[in-house]
């Protein structure tokens, strides 16, 4: 899946096996089957263990929870399809970072790599991080995240779970420092794992089923403004899907980027989709809607109703692996980010740093980890991060519709892959993520607002970065 390329005694050069990426010293070592299992890799955390029982509070039909996550699978695929065309176009590291500047230019760019890397990016890794501390809890009670080990005054206390999250956050940085590969590497192995465990429930399902589910469409007659409720719902299925374009940031290093990134965002959003509809299906024939309403760790349940406190411990190792995975893709990924916008000089220069050996941005994964870790500690990520997606579907928005001024304003830039079934594919995508845009914006005003001054705070930095 990583291919182990011919590397001279002087380090990598342009003649070696791995073509040398435009983003200086970095090299192309991410084959194809490897970037698709990247996809899966980033997306997949702890939302599909945790997130059901949730959305049935609010929306208490199988029918209509199967409908919200297939939708969410249809809103990523329309997104996948679009950002291809771009990706294709422009295979350099950054992804929609590198979208929006090629298309609006350089400060919409910086605003959108500043939310992504001040909060989304680095609060989704604190947040996987202490999922990971609080399961890893299952197998050794002493570092729950519950239990304080630390006091600073009387407002600052940190957890044993949150010192595990920021251990974590630590080894995942070090693996990406040490090469890309090594990083891919972990990625492929804990993806499949993953992957394969998440089979097992539906497999549980079949031979053990508890309940047969009415898979009928209904709205339930009770339900108040059903369509507020199922838009409410559907924050949680984006957000489970939430990465799913990561790839595109680690273009500089995927081999043949014009042909393997439209194709490993099809690919990989395909099996996602496919994986979240049978895990749910699962859930459906282990407990009933009831037994489902509410429930946190609804996974863990569900195993534990199929086949006994085995399945409890066998989702909680799984949850275990599927964090810790999750977290190595989004550092990989986060990182390149931050090494594109050192490289066009709206960031810290040091960060644009290539490791000698290793030909890896070591700088910005270092800067990365420090974040995240400092995130996890301090526990004001989740805070933030509710303030800040609004601003990031707001660019996503802005992203799809960059597909249409490119081949407007560029209609002569080659396209290696043009976006199947344009234009209908893009609206569906812009029209999904304005919803959801116009729906938090209604349902949640004050964060929505505190988001975009979040976002105003990025000006300064950017245009001192610009002066300099």
């Not at 595109?248 to 290093?253: I, N, V």
């Amino acid at each position: 899946m990583v291919d182990s390329p011919r590397v001279s005694p002087r380090g990598p050069t342009t003649s070696d096996a791995v073509p040398a990426s435009p983003d200086g010293e970095l090299i192309r070592a991410i084959g194809l089957r490897s970037a698709i299992l990247f996809v899966v890799g980033s997306v997949i955390g702890s939302g599909i263990f945790l997130t059901t029982g949730v959305m049935a509070a609010t929306i208490p039909s199988t029918s209509l929870l199967l409908l919200a996550w297939a939708l969410g699978g249809v809103l990523a695929m329309t997104g996948g399809l679009t950002y291809a065309e771009m990706g294709a176009m422009f295979p350099r590291s950054g992804g929609v970072y590198v979208f929006l500047r090629e298309a609006y230019g350089p400060l919409p760019a910086f605003l959108y790599g500043w939310a992504t890397l001040l909060v989304v990016v680095s609060g989704g890794i604190a947040a996987v991080s202490v999922g990971f501390a609080e399961y890893l809890s299952y197998f050794f009670p002493a570092l729950s995240p519950a239990r304080p080990v630390i006091n600073i005054g009387t407002l600052v206390q940190i957890s044993a779970g949150q010192m595990v999250a920021a251990a974590m956050i630590l080894v995942i940085g070090a693996i990406n420092y040490v090469g890309v590969r090594r990083g891919n590497m972990v990625v492929v192995v804990l993806t499949a794992a993953k992957v394969a465990a998440l089979a097992a429930l539906p497999i549980m399902a079949i031979v053990a089923a508890r309940v047969t589910p009415v898979l009928t469409p209904i709205v339930p007659p009770d339900l108040p403004r059903p369509a507020a409720a199922f838009g409410v719902a559907m924050i949680a299925v984006l957000w489970t899907y939430e990465a799913w374009y990561f790839v595109t940031y680690a273009a500089g290093e995927i081999e043949n980027p014009k042909r393997n990134i439209p194709r490993a965002l099809v690919g990989g959003l395909l099996l996602l989709t496919t994986i979240y509809l049978t895990v749910n299906l699962a859930y459906f024939f282990a407990l009933s809607l009831d037994e489902i309403k509410g429930v946190t760790r609804i996974a863990e349940r569900a195993a534990t109703a199929l086949v006994g406190p085995a399945g409890a411990t066998f989702i909680a190792l799984t949850v275990v692996v599927s964090t810790f995975g999750n977290n190595v893709a989004g550092m990989l990924a986060g990182s390149r980010l931050l090494f594109g916008m050192a490289s066009d000089g709206v960031f810290f220069p040091a960060c644009r740093r290539v490791h000698p050996r290793y030909r890896t941005p070591h700088v910005a994964i270092v800067a990365l980890t420090v974040w995240s870790a400092i995130l996890a500690l301090s526990g004001s990520y989740e805070q933030l991060f509710t303030y800040v997606m609004f601003a990031s579907i707001l660019f996503s928005v802005a992203a799809g519709a960059a597909v249409f001024k490119l081949r407007r304003d560029r209609p002569d830039h080659p396209r290696p892959y043009r976006t199947w079934g344009y234009p209908v594919v893009p609206i569906v995508f812009i029209t999904g993520a304005t919803a959801f845009v116009i729906n938090t914006l209604l349902e949640r005003p004050a964060e929505s607002f505190t988001g975009l001054g979040l976002l105003a705070l990025g000006l300064p930095a950017y245009f001192y970065w610009r002066q300099r």
